[in-house]
Each structure stands twice: as C-alpha cells, then as structure tokens.
C-alpha cells in the first residue's frame, strides 16, 4: 500500500498550494517515476505550476540530485533514511488544482504499478 502524505497552504499569485510525498523503496525508483511524470507538462502553465524531486531523510526534508547513478544528499539527515517522490503544485483557482492533483495521482499511480510489476 502506498501512503501519501500532503500539506495545503496558499500564498498571493497562486493562492492555492499542494503538496504531496509519496515513499518509495529506494531513490533509484523514486528517480525513475520522477523522470516518467515529468515527460507530461501541465496543460495550463498559466494556471498552474508543478514540481517534482526526490527527497529522502526524516519526514523528506532532505533534497537529493543526480541521477539514479550519481546521486547525493544535498541536505540534512543523517542514520537511516526514508525515500519520498515529492510533488508540489501551485495554482491560481481550486478547479484546476484539483484536476491536476488528480491527474497526477493517476499517472504515479500507473507509473509505480509498472515499476512493481518489473522489479
């Protein structure tokens, strides 16, 4: 099962916010569904803006770059450390957050069933 973990918060251009973090097994998988969702840009820039990254650490406060071949912790943490895909969106009005959290859910969710599927 997977559990996501998000936050809601707003601010003045894009008054509403989302975020969402997704654990993974491992940063190489977390890196892949990275790649594979961000292929697919936002139909309407205009009205919504999306992140994707990889955090690890405790709670995914930790930022990670590079590839699944080269990849380094760029903050925090230390010990054992846990792995999120995180997703953050940035909207102008609440239709359109929605339908692209939901889009969005979507597609991870087919992108981390594949993935299962071949591991």
Not at 27 to 39: C, P, Q
Request: aromatic share 6%.
């Amino acid at each position: 099962t997977t559990c996501v973990k998000h936050t809601y918060m707003s601010s003045s251009h894009f008054p509403y916010n989302f975020t969402l973090q997704i654990p993974q097994q491992s940063i190489s998988t977390a890196n892949l569904l990275k790649d594979v969702l961000e292929v697919d840009a936002e139909l309407r820039p205009a009205l919504i803006q999306r992140n994707i990254e990889v955090v690890v650490g405790d709670g995914g406060n930790s930022k990670v770059e590079g590839d699944s071949t080269g990849l380094k912790e760029v903050e925090g943490g230390d010990g054992a450390k846990e792995v999120f895909l995180k997703a953050s969106f940035r909207s102008s009005d609440l239709r359109s957050l929605r339908a692209s959290v939901g889009s969005f859910l979507e597609h991870a969710k087919l992108c981390a069933a594949t993935v299962e599927r071949f591991q």
